[in-house]
């Protein structure tokens, strides 16, 4: 997850899942942003798909909500079109019964929230898994926010295992510039 929108979460998610699918294991990438799906658009599909919120209104099983991808061993749950109720979805039974379906097929799920710093669809989704990333982006948000938006994925029980600082510019820092990057 992330504090605000457009931080990069959804393609740190993407690029984790393609890393641990390349490794040979079974992952789903869940996009759970109903509100503002990016993962839908950014693969310019050409025909419908069913999602997650066709899913969680009882209008499709999971069977007719998961694709698979052209990267061997990586499947993708869309969002899905946008619900009126997307908190309430996420707290009721049919998330938890995927959650606990899935589980027993792969070996790693990714969710891709909203971010909880706009939505708390975030902290909702959290009470499902086992660890929350953060993803911030750099020099965009302050260190009380972000704390605040820990507290609130703590607050469900789930733990932060780590965070990205993403949209680093290292032109900012001669000397992060010079150690990571020399004269590229």
């Not at 027993?104 to 929230?113: G, H, K």
């Amino acid at each position: 997850t992330s504090t605000e929108p457009n931080e990069g979460k959804s393609e740190i998610a993407f690029h984790t899942a393609l890393a641990f699918a390349q490794t040979g294991k079974r992952v789903l990438l869940i996009d759970a942003d109903i509100h503002k799906s990016v993962l839908t658009s950014r693969y310019h599909l050409e025909e419908e798909v069913n999602g997650l919120s066709q899913y969680l209104t009882g209008q499709k099983r999971a069977g007719e909500v998961i694709y698979g991808t052209n990267i061997e061993k990586l499947d993708i749950l869309f969002a899905g079109p946008y619900a009126p109720n997307p908190a309430e979805l996420f707290a009721g039974r049919p998330m938890k019964a995927l959650m606990a379906g899935v589980e027993e097929i792969y070996d790693y799920i990714l969710v891709d929230t909203p971010p909880v710093g706009s939505l708390i669809e975030g902290a909702i989704i959290a009470q499902y898994c086992d660890g929350a990333i953060l993803v911030i982006r750099s020099g965009a948000v302050s260190y009380k926010w972000v704390q605040r938006v820990k507290q609130q994925v703590e607050k469900s029980g789930c733990r932060i295992l780590g965070a990205v600082i993403n949209m680093v510019n290292v032109s900012k820092s001669s000397y992060y510039n010079s150690y990571y990057y020399g004269d590229y």
